[in-house]
């Protein structure tokens, strides 16, 4: 079983940074890729940002140049920096991860935690 931990979230100014973690645990065989969504009150879930096993990353254009991605493999654990926060920021960040346990695929996803941006 694979259970992901998210920490981090809260309220922020505009302007204004954060920064979210999240521990994969379980007797996991490989983790292909991690990333954060987020999903705002009325709105699909979206990517914000992605980091694929070897290194590459994909983001949102809406916050390119403003958050950051990163992994330490050797924890399992991925972070999201987040700089320069607007109001539209406001959601609920979902981790997710996508890899190999016992010999099956997972794609797994923490609990959610609210980061919420004031004007």
């Known amino acids: 079983q694979v259970q992901l931990v998210e920490s981090g979230g809260g309220l922020a100014q505009a302007g204004g940074s954060l920064r979210l973690s999240c521990v994969v645990s379980g007797s996991i065989s490989s983790i292909n890729a991690m990333g954060w969504y987020r999903q705002a009150p009325g709105k699909q879930r979206e990517l914000v940002a992605e980091i694929i096993n070897g290194g590459s990353t994909n983001y949102a254009d809406s916050v390119k140049g403003r958050f950051t991605i990163s992994r330490d493999g050797a924890k399992n654990t991925v972070y999201l920096q987040m700089n320069s926060l607007k109001p539209e920021d406001t959601a609920v960040y979902y981790c997710?991860?996508?890899?190999?346990?016992?010999?099956?695929?997972?794609?797994?996803w923490g609990q959610g935690t609210q980061v919420t941006v004031s004007s």
């Open positions: 997710n991860s996508r890899g190999v346990i016992v010999g099956l695929s997972f794609n797994s």
